[in-house]
């Protein structure tokens, strides 16, 4: 499941998405493990390495996925023979028969080369915004490498990609708030926070998107009355104001399980929220494609100089395939499967139906 994290700036958006990530980490029913998990800061600020727990020398030695932007086009492209290069791929094309899609975990040159561990979470950052970026490009530029890995991975039932994303509605600059299967905007009891909850929530419920509210900085039962009324039913959670996530946020992460009782048991909502959605994979490729021939029309096809919409597979849906006799790993065929999507019959999915997106 892809989960994203949004909000006001401030927020506390990057200490809640970096708590449900360690949440993740440390827990798995089945047999006390950790599931498949992987990190990815998209916000401007990157900050959720340190919020983990890394300290700021060792954040800044993260690999970033906007310098490797190249290899991550070249490994996603496979040989997938609509695509005429790398450099032909833009942050929005979609797979297609051919093309490389990427399990959560397991061994491959792109996660070797921009995947780390941090405090037992596995990440992924974009990378600052630098002074040669300064008049010259958005942040989008490189947030488009995330939309990218989002596009081409193929999660299931129990595996979780969680994302740190830029604050505000800045995510509607692109499609990248429609690749989320649950969407949880922080807010706190402030008209200002709840200003962005109205903004978010009325570009994405045109795309059918969900957004719970994670409630945060709450000290009374007057914050909660509060967000009740400014947000209503679409209120899921909230977290006290606490020692615990002040101290995380000064990059001074304790022990999870000193992380006070009711405040735990809303991450275990959260995660249960996400456990009850369901991919579906048709409508997730359709809005993929759908913000393609967008940004093909807008300012891409100019740019590359050939017509994107032709990267487009009409047949082509993914998601984990259900394929006999052939050998798994991380619960993926082999490579030859794996770059072909759905090869017979629909994905295997449980659990209650999910609002698309």
Same mark, same amino acid.
């Given at each position: 499941?892809?989960?994203?994290?949004?909000?006001?700036?401030?927020?506390?958006?990057?200490?809640?998405?970096?708590?449900?990530?360690?949440?993740l980490a440390?827990?798995?029913p089945?047999?006390?493990?950790?599931?498949?998990?992987?990190?990815?800061?998209?916000d401007?600020?990157?900050?959720?390495?340190?919020a983990?727990?890394?300290?700021?020398?060792?954040?800044?030695?993260l690999?970033?996925?906007?310098?490797?932007?190249?290899?991550?086009?070249e490994y996603?492209?496979?040989?997938?023979?609509?695509?005429?290069?790398?450099a032909?791929?833009?942050k929005?094309t979609?797979?297609?028969?051919?093309?490389?899609?990427?399990?959560?975990?397991?061994?491959?040159?792109?996660?070797?080369?921009?995947v780390?561990?941090?405090?037992?979470?596995?990440?992924?950052?974009?990378g600052?915004?630098?002074a040669?970026?300064?008049?010259?490009?958005?942040?989008?530029?490189?947030?488009?490498?995330?939309?990218?890995?989002?596009?081409?991975?193929?999660?299931?039932?129990?595996?979780?990609?969680?994302?740190?994303?830029?604050?505000?509605?800045?995510?509607?600059?692109?499609?990248?708030?429609?690749?989320?299967?649950?969407?949880?905007?922080?807010?706190?009891?402030?008209?200002?926070?709840?200003a962005?909850?109205?903004?978010?929530?009325?570009?994405?419920r045109?795309?059918?998107?969900?957004?719970?509210v994670?409630?945060?900085k709450?000290?009374?039962?007057?914050?909660?009355?509060?967000?009740?009324?400014?947000?209503?039913? +679409?209120?899921? #959670?909230?977290? =006290?104001?606490s020692?615990?996530?002040r101290?995380?946020?000064? %990059?001074? *992460? /304790? &022990?999870?399980?000193?992380?006070?009782?009711?405040n735990?048991?809303?991450?275990?909502?959260?995660?249960?929220?996400?456990?009850a959605?369901?991919?579906?994979?048709?409508?997730?490729?359709?809005?993929a494609?759908e913000?393609?021939?967008?940004?093909?029309?807008?300012?891409?096809?100019?740019?590359?100089?050939e017509?994107?919409a032709?990267?487009?597979?009409?047949?082509?849906?993914p998601?984990?395939?259900?394929?006999?006799?052939?050998?798994?790993?991380?619960?993926?065929? +082999?490579?030859? #499967?794996?770059? =072909?999507?759905?090869?017979?019959?629909?994905?295997v999915?449980? %659990?209650? *139906? /999910? &609002?698309?997106?």
């Amino acid at each position: 499941m892809k989960v994203s994290f949004v909000g006001k700036g401030g927020s506390g958006k990057t200490t809640l998405a970096a708590l449900f990530a360690r949440h993740l980490a440390g827990t798995d029913p089945a047999d006390g493990g950790s599931p498949p998990l992987l990190a990815i800061d998209a916000d401007i600020n990157q900050h959720l390495g340190t919020a983990l727990g890394a300290t700021e020398a060792e954040a800044a030695r993260l690999p970033t996925l906007g310098d490797h932007l190249p290899l991550i086009k070249e490994y996603l492209r496979g040989d997938n023979p609509r695509i005429s290069s790398p450099a032909a791929m833009v942050k929005t094309t979609p797979p297609g028969r051919g093309s490389r899609l990427l399990p959560v975990d397991g061994d491959n040159p792109l996660y070797a080369a921009v995947v780390r561990e941090v405090a037992g979470v596995r990440l992924a950052v974009t990378g600052p915004f630098g002074a040669d970026d300064l008049g010259v490009s958005c942040y989008h530029a490189k947030v488009g490498a995330v939309e990218l890995l989002l596009n081409h991975l193929v999660d299931g039932p129990g595996e979780y990609v969680v994302v740190d994303m830029t604050a505000g509605a800045d995510s509607f600059a692109s499609g990248l708030f429609t690749r989320f299967d649950a969407t949880f905007l922080v807010c706190e009891p402030t008209l200002r926070s709840v200003a962005v909850y109205r903004q978010y929530v009325g570009h994405a419920r045109e795309y059918g998107v969900r957004v719970h509210v994670v409630g945060n900085k709450v000290d009374d039962d007057a914050d909660v009355e509060f967000l009740r009324q400014h947000v209503g039913a +679409d209120l899921l #959670t909230w977290l =006290t104001r606490s020692d615990y996530v002040r101290g995380a946020e000064r %990059g001074v *992460p /304790a &022990p999870l399980h000193a992380l006070e009782p009711a405040n735990r048991a809303a991450l275990d909502l959260l995660r249960a929220t996400v456990d009850a959605q369901v991919r579906d994979w048709a409508t997730f490729q359709r809005h993929a494609v759908e913000f393609h021939l967008r940004n093909a029309v807008a300012w891409a096809n100019e740019r590359i100089g050939e017509n994107l919409a032709d990267q487009v597979d009409p047949d082509f849906t993914p998601g984990p395939p259900i394929v006999s006799g052939l050998p798994v790993v991380s619960g993926l065929p +082999d490579e030859v #499967t794996r770059r =072909t999507g759905t090869v017979s019959g629909p994905p295997v999915v449980s %659990g209650s *139906p /999910a &609002p698309a997106g």
